[in-house]
């Protein structure tokens, strides 16, 4: 509106009703189901019913546990917004499904086992004459066993994440001229398709040769481990990242120790390894990424060559390495050689980017694990020697919690280890039950309640 006020004009502005702010709801929708239904919810430490169910709740940071007879309790912590939050929790059975591995052709054994990505297990399988062949499994189609290219090294060897290829060490053309076939130079790949194989990289030094090798998740590149012996000096344990489409393989590090086989942990990235190294006087865990970062973390107090057959080693979500270590013990005492003792097992944490290793629990076990509601999770033995192998949890005060005992042959004090698969709620125990020297007895244990009873 305009006003005339004196010799000019005065604008004035209608003045219109401004609305009252919106108020936050004083509850929000919590729905939280659970495979099997059936289960207690507790929010914040009270009992609202059982799922499947819909709560009203304030919004904002609520602490969720899920309890069901024969099922481990899932923790969640949850930020419920004000238009409400999903909760949707696969429990956990307290006593797995076990299934025994057994070797795909009579009068060999298993050397190794892991994970694939599709579900299926692959196997490595030795044969009289330290042959070795690679292998999958597949649990979803009756246990049924198909073999991966056609190669028996004698050689390390190591199968893709995505299990469409192995990967093996081959002696050079020249050594095999020679007659010094034992010297492993070249990088080679079998697949389905390509049953032979054929060599994709190779060394140029003489005095070098590869020792071992390991694949990232990303099925693309290849941790290569070799050992250098020149001339004049000690020798030095070399490691690769081989990228299996460009053929690049800059060198990250070199190491006056040796890598213990098979030791290799990744983190869920593919782009930094955890693994276990050892001299004539040490064991200790350390790490390498893509770019050459290497950290020492600490030592295991054990020797690596007898120890676990599989690493000791986790990653957590947040890039914390869990390892377990055997504090020292008077070997007269222990009644071992190496003085290991049941008791004797601790777990240490460390983050490569900051800080080595703290001691942060004792009398844990072997077999660290992240489980997906972050909890940390060890695997070990009970502490009289009870039978089978006990499944603890750390809470928020580092306290060590009993929470089930898986019912396993109980292995001996460092002759154990795990392999997770999270997301599918199962995991490889592999014990060094097995008389044969190098092999393994391997249980896959189903968490999942989509496993039939």
Known sequence: MLLAAG????????????APPEETPSTAPLSVTSTPGGATVLVDGQEQGKT???????????????????AIDELRSIDVAPEGFRLAVPLWRAHPLAHTLRPALPGAAIADAMFLDDGRVGLTISLPGDERQAWTLNP???????????VAPN???????????VAFLHSSTAARDTGTSDHLAELWLASFADHDGHAVWALTEPSEELVDLAWSPDSRHLLLIGRQH???????????????????????????????PGSVVWRGDGRAAAFIVHTASLTAVCTLDDAGGFRYL??????????PPVAPLAWGPDGRV?????????????????????????????????????????????????RPDGRLFVAGLGTERTSGLHLRALDGQNQVIDVTTLDVPTPSATGYGLRWDASRQRALLVTDQAAASGSHDVFLLDFGWDAAS
């Open 298 to 307: 600490g030592d295991l107090g054990h020797d690596g060559l007898a120890g």
């Open 7 to 18: 010799a000019g004009w005065v604008t004035t502005a209608t003045q219109r009703p401004t």
């Open 155 to 165: 050689a390390p060897l190591a199968l893709r994440p995505n299990g469409q290829a």
């Open 52 to 70: 499947p169910v819909t709560l009203a709740v304030a919004p904002g940071h609520h602490e969720v546990v899920l309890r069901a007879p024969d």
């Open 140 to 150: 979803a189609d009756h246990f049924a066993v198909a073999r991966l290219g056609s």
């Open 230 to 260: 020149p001339s004049l000096g000690a020798a030095r344990t070399s490691l690769r990242w081989l990228d299996t489409v460009t053929n690049d393989a800059p060198l990250l590090a070199l190491l006056p120790s040796e890598v213990v």
């Open 322 to 370: 869990a390892y377990s270590a055997i504090r020292p013990q008077d070997a007269s005492t222990s009644g071992n050689p190496f003085g290991l003792s049941t008791a004797a097992v601790g777990l240490f944490l460390a983050d490569p980017t900051a800080s080595p290793g703290q001691p942060v629990a004792g009398d844990t076990g072997l077999a660290p694990f992240w």
